[in-house]
């Protein structure tokens, strides 16, 4: 098997180089096409000899159950799915081991006596789940059994009692580590010793042998309910063809079977689909909402682009992709650094991001059912690599499923999405409600516009009292700090634009209480008119919404307010905007 | 009486040396791929004939700071693991008798004493044997930073 995978290497080794002498003579190509094309079938041919079905392996468990069952007076029934799944002959043969003693364990340890399980409330017959399905280019089996599940409490006893760890540690343990105890050696939760189990060498070997294929191994688990293991096995002793990609002059590889597609965000798009959502960044595609991760901050490394003038790996300046360039103009664009910038150069600048080379790659990877972007540098071509098991001293590397040999002899390393997914904490329930949030937003708005709702904005003047007007009618809406309010005569003015604008009070046109006189900080409604250059000064504003009440129009009212309206909990006093207009110009005496 | 042989290298000031038995060869493959999230003293990965050997930057296993590559930087290749060291060069292969190879003294230069296997003296200085197994073992755990949130 390995050396099917050299030869695949040596193939794209050998064809590189020819590539260069090619043009001297014509009739390497030809033989290279032929070597070529030979190797890649008998690849192909050694591959499909050593995939094999794990129903092959799984049916053998039946009867491992079958005759335990008996042996220890319990029932209980084997559920297997997932039997056509494929998996490398030489990774069945060293997972059949570890699944029959998992079997065992389900049913030494996790399915009860039927006595003991009806009082429980449970079928006298116990059930295990085997099943096997492909997740993200990895196979995963899951052993599931509905047995008693495993009692962190008692595990923690049995570990302070032989020593493995102090009460102290014990007690910062999480529920989940305390389970997970159960895979150090010389720790058994069976209380005598039989024959099938309980001598203390059980789950630290099945750990051992499925991290020796390079997998590894979760266990969940409910006391009462059950015990999940989860076995994950990676993609070794395979040829998997890959997508290389480029992050900060390094290259990387990742898996064809997770990667859904890729995105070239241009330049001059970025700040319109990229977006902030509380913490994580997000590029709208088609609809959808896409979690987006920098690989050069996963790994630390630093963020380059590739400058369109040099052809060279500049560091990128800009913090956040949402960032619009032009809120910060001090940031110093850093790519043009001859004296002093002035506008006209700056605007040069922007070019560059029309530019082809100032494009965002996005590889969009498969984790699960969820997708994510993964902003790279450079995208390459695809190539066949085969893959190399992490060495011990890497393994922490979350990121990394293995490294590979490029074609140049260099090694690259291969990038696990799951891992990336993991370590950047993407918060795909947070995005993915977002997203319902504004599919729900979407499919209401055009009700909205058959209704004819108009939408108002709801403010205070006396905090008690409110108002609202039609958005409509509003040109701007300024905050403003009571310090930035200049006294003239018996008027206000603010600084708007660099023109005095007037301020009028509510209480000056309409009989309302007055504004809060202790107030720092407030808001200047402007409105929207042709004629008219003035503010209205507001306290508070409360809220945007739409009317979907009718309006109480009452005769006694002021020329300036149209009705009166019950809404969240207020009574509102809608304003006319035209009548108060008319108020505004009597009261500046512009009439 | 047995006799040791030794492969010697430099490490800045050091005279530094592993059991001879313990190394498969010395290359200078340091065309090296670095793994981000590995602990520190993982230099990267090279490509040895098709397989990965992890390099090792021995200066900051050894509590050093790192070793920069010149011309005369080598890797020690070790024998039973896919390990490389990464020295700053290559010395001699040194034979010593058993009566010459003394237990380490309480204190040696500023090398982190726990990897210190045994002394030979030499000529003009002491020679250090440093245990390839004590470096190999896998102690402490990588250096994770916090990922910056913003993307």
């Given amino acids: 098997m390995n050396y099917a995978g050299e030869l695949v290497l040596g193939r794209n080794q050998l064809r590189q180089e020819l590539e260069t002498l090619a043009y001297k003579n014509p009739k390497l190509g030809i033989v290279m096409q032929n070597v070529d094309s030979v190797t890649s079938e008998i690849q192909q041919d050694i591959m499909q000899m050593r995939l094999q079905p794990v129903g092959n392996l799984l049916n053998k468990l039946s009867r491992v159950v079958r005759n335990l069952s008996r042996q220890l007076s319990k029932e209980s029934a084997l559920f297997i799915e997932g039997k056509e799944v494929e998996l490398d002959k030489a990774i069945l043969e060293g997972l059949s081991d570890p699944l029959t003693h998992l079997i065992r364990n389900c049913l030494d340890h996790g399915i009860e006596m039927p006595d003991e399980r009806k009082k429980a409330g449970k079928p006298t017959s116990g059930a295990i789940h085997v099943s096997a399905f492909h997740e993200g280019g990895q196979v995963n089996i899951v052993v599931t059994d509905d047995g008693r599940g495993i009692d962190p409490d008692e595990l923690i006893q049995k570990a302070i009692k032989s020593g493995i760890i102090d009460t102290e540690r014990a007690k910062r343990m999480t529920e989940s580590e305390k389970i997970n105890l159960i895979l150090l050696p010389g720790l058994s939760t069976a209380e005598k010793i039989t024959d099938i189990s309980g001598r203390g060498v ?84 088609r609809e959808s909402l896409l979690p987006l991760v920098r690989m050069a901050d996963i790994l630390d490394l630093e963020r380059t682009f590739v400058h369109h003038e040099t052809a060279k790996q500049m560091p990128e300046q800009r913090e956040r992709l949402a960032d619009r ?75 990394f499923a293995g490294a590979t040999i490029m074609s140049d002899g260099r090694v690259a390393m291969i990038v696990d999405a799951t891992g990336i997914a993991e370590f950047s904490q993407l918060s795909f329930a947070e995005i993915s409600a977002e997203e319902c949030r504004r599919h729900k937003e979407e499919t209401r708005r055009p009700k909205t516009v058959i209704g004819r709702q108009p939408s108002v904005l709801i403010f205070n ?131 | 009486m047995s006799i040791n042989q030794f492969v010697t290298f430099r490490i800045g000031d050091h005279l530094l040396g592993v059991d001879i038995l313990n190394v498969r060869e010395i290359n200078r493959i340091l065309d090296i791929t670095p793994v981000q999230h590995a602990p520190d003293y993982v230099r990267g990965l090279v490509n040895l004939r098709g397989q990965t050997v992890t390099v090792f930057d ?23 693991e896919p390990v490389g060291f990464l020295v700053d060069s290559i010395g001699n292969v040194v034979n010593a008798d058993e009566a010459e190879i003394k237990p380490p003294p309480a204190n040696i230069g500023k090398i982190e004493s726990e990897f210190v296997e045994a002394v030979v003296k030499q000529d003009k200085e002491l020679l250090v044997v440093l245990s390839a197994t004590r470096i190999l073992e896998y102690n402490g755990s990588p250096k994770r930073r916090t990922v910056p949130k913003n993307t």
């Fill in chain 1, 202 to 285: 059980g789950m630290d070997v099945v750990k051992t042998n499925i991290e020796k294929l390079g997998g590894n191994l979760e266990i969940e688990s409910t006391a009462g309910k059950g015990t999940t293991v989860k076995i994950r096995l990676p993609l070794t002793l395979a040829i998997i063809p890959s997508l290389i990609v480029g992050v900060a002059g390094l290259r990387f590889a990742i898996p064809q079977v997770s990667v859904k597609e890729l995105v070239c965000i241009r330049a001059g798009e970025a700040s319109a689909k990229i977006e902030a959502i509380g913490d994580a960044v997000v590029l709208r595609l």
């Fill in chain 1, 325 to 399: 360039r032009q809120n910060r103009p001090d940031s110093g664009y850093g790519t043009h650094s001859s004296g002093p910038q002035q506008p006209h150069q700056r605007s040069n600048e922007t070019d560059r991001r029309q530019n082809r080379h100032g494009d965002i790659n996005v590889a969009v990877l498969r984790v699960g059912i969820n997708l994510f972007g993964l902003i790279v540098d450079e995208l390459f071509n695809n190539e066949e690599i085969v893959v190399k098991p992490l060495s011990k001293y890497v393994k922490e590397s979350k990121c």
């Fill in chain 1, 461 to 591: 003047n006396a905090y008690n009292e409110h108002f609202a007007l039609p958005l409509d009618s509003i040109s701007r809406l300024e905050k403003i700090y009571s310090k930035d309010v200049h006294k003239m005569g018996t008027r206000i003015y603010m600084n708007y634009r660099g023109n005095g604008l007037p301020l009028i009070y509510l209480e000056d046109i309409l009989p309302v209480c007055a504004f809060p006189n202790d107030i720092e900080e407030f808001f200047v409604i402007i409105p929207k008119t042709n004629d008219l250059h003035a503010g209205i000064v507001v306290s508070r504003i409360f809220d945007t919404v739409e009317v979907n009440v009718a309006i109480q129009k009452d005769n006694g009212t002021h020329p300036g307010i149209s009705g009166s309206a019950f809404m969240q909990e207020h009574l509102i006093q809608f304003i006319d905007p035209a009548g108060m207009l008319q108020l505004i110009k009597e009261e500046l005496g512009v009439a």
């Fill in chain 2, 58 to 80: 021995l200066g900051v296993r050894l509590g050093l700071p790192p070793r920069e590559i010149t011309s005369e930087s080598h890797n020690v290749i070790l024998k039973n």
